[in-house]
């Protein structure tokens, strides 16, 4: 039944528009019940994020994900812009090569989808980035009176609430240390095309846009050219868009 569960292919639930930026928290406290999950690495493809909620291994990565205690779908998903910007750093165990960040101290606004889970999901996502069983709820009354909250050292151990929507708070994680003195590291493709495809998915962006995007990023940058990535991606997630 186990193996069964993990090969399930998911319809995803399709985003709306238009893009939303989250409003101003209203900083009480207190343990939500739902949460908007921020993701702005490979968890904007939602055949990636499925396997978050249901388990399983994703095309080019290493790691079968335990999957959540609860498997259900998320009931909304909304293109999302955060204020700041992404980076790639360390090495990652599931597709090599950098992880994708968020600096929110940056200049900018960063390309997100926010899916609308239980607080329960969220926490079992949190509990499988950091490579452990997901099996309890995380505190987050802090999160959400303070805006930030470091839980532990980890790399996705920092909990961030930029805001709110429709009266939810919206939660994503990063890294605890300051960004300018982390050690990037250059993102494998198999890694690129789960943004790319959540970039074309939510944010209705050609791959062309996607590739553009992903290339100037610190750690990609210098490694990465946008055509070289455009011809990485191009067939494997959609249309590549005009030329320019």
Known sequence: MEEIRRSVSVPAVQPESPVR???????????????????????????????????GRPPGGVRTYPGCRDGGLPTRTVPLLLPG???????SAVWGGGMAFYDPAAAGELPARAYLLSAGQFSDIAAQEMHREPERDLPLAGVLAAGREQLGPGR????????TLDG????????????????LNAPRAAYLRNLAAG?????????????????????????WTAAALLRELDGTVGPAGPPG
Do not use: I, K
């Open 21 to 55: 930026r989250p409003a101003p928290r209203a900083g009480a406290g207190g343990e939500p019940e739902q949460v908007w999950y921020a993701a702005y690495g490979s968890n904007m493809h939602a055949e990636q994020l499925a396997r978050y909620l249901l388990g």
């Open 85 to 91: 910007s992404l980076y790639f750093a360390l090495e």
């Open 156 to 163: 996705y151990e920092t909990l961030l609430c930029p805001g």
């Open 168 to 183: 939810v708070p919206v939660l994503t994680f990063t890294a605890p240390w300051d960004p300018a003195a982390a050690e």
């Open 199 to 223: 970039l074309v998915d939510a944010h209705g962006w050609t791959l062309r846009q996607a590739a553009g995007y992903l290339s100037s990023r610190p750690g990609a940058a210098g490694h």
